[in-house]
């Protein structure tokens, strides 16, 4: 992993709990133990997180693929990566 790769991970990571945590509407993550947590999670798209970020989608897409099962769960339809859901473990940014 380049540098710019860790740089550009922690800032996807950190876009993605923030509006992954906001986008829920039946619970609070930061509230509620992650055992808790329902299966029908609000996702958050690529493209929301780009803008969020100001980082090509492209650019997020790449940081996703390296995050996904370490600090979230990407799901992928349509040529669209979705962040399904936050690591527990791993909210601790």
């Avoid at 992954?20 to 039946?26: E, G």
Wanted: proline share 6%; glycine share 4%.
């Amino acid at each position: 992993m380049a540098p710019d790769d860790s740089t550009t991970d922690d800032i996807v990571a950190e876009a993605a709990l923030q509006l992954w945590s906001a986008a829920q509407t039946d619970f609070d993550p930061f509230e509620v133990p992650s055992e808790e947590w329902p299966e029908t999670a609000v996702p958050v798209r690529d493209a929301d997180i780009a803008v969020d970020t100001h980082l090509e989608v492209q650019d997020v897409r790449e940081a996703l693929g390296r995050l996904d099962g370490v600090k979230v769960v990407v799901g992928r339809e349509a040529g669209t990566c979705s962040v399904l859901r936050v690591i527990p473990d791993a909210t601790a940014l």
